[in-house]
């Protein structure tokens, strides 16, 4: 929402910047790094929706965060199309493409690690009071930044309340 303001010389100005154009670069901070991902990969999955609606096309995207997580789009449904992709072959017969098999790795791992999630948190207590003695070094590598990041975010709260 644009709101203006009139200024003296009857001529309404903008109180708002509007849209801008970005600079596309890598963004620094972990926190706005995250919430790029998200919003984009929502934007993206959106547009590819879209694109199977008005034209009939099928899709799959498969998207790899930041935090080693994956998502995945497709229509109508990502194996469907991995496996249409795999029986057709590609045009150009120089690469060989092989997909489904990192995919349906992948879905897995992260199916493994969603319900080791899910096992931490149904004691009702925070993910940060979890037993580490279990995990791998990715995951307690993840582990430390995102305790690091809660510390940051923690201090920058204290600093604000003061």
Not at 17 to 35: A, P
Not at 61 to 67: E, L, N, R
Not at 112 to 131: H, I, Q, T, V, Y
Request: charged share 35%.
């Amino acid at each position: 929402m644009v709101i203006k303001n009139e200024s003296s010389d009857g001529l309404m100005k903008k109180k708002t910047q509007g849209r801008k154009k970005i600079e596309i670069k890598k963004i620094e901070k972990m926190s706005n790094r995250q919430v790029t991902f998200s919003k984009r990969r929502v934007g993206l999955f959106k547009k590819a929706s879209e694109l199977c609606a008005q034209s009939g096309a099928e899709i799959a995207i498969i998207v790899h965060s930041i935090g080693k997580r994956v998502f995945a789009f497709g229509h109508p449904s990502v194996d469907s199309v991995i496996n249409r992709f795999e029986i057709n072959g590609s045009s150009d017969d120089s690469h060989e493409w092989d997909y489904s098999g990192t995919y349906k790795e992948l879905a897995a791992a992260e199916l493994e690690a969603e319900k080791r999630l899910d096992e931490m948190n149904n004691g009702g207590g925070f993910w940060w009071d979890a037993a580490v003695e279990g995990l791998e070094l990715e995951e307690l590598e993840r582990y430390m930044m995102a305790l690091e990041e809660l510390k940051e975010n923690v201090n920058t709260k204290a600093v604000i309340d003061l």
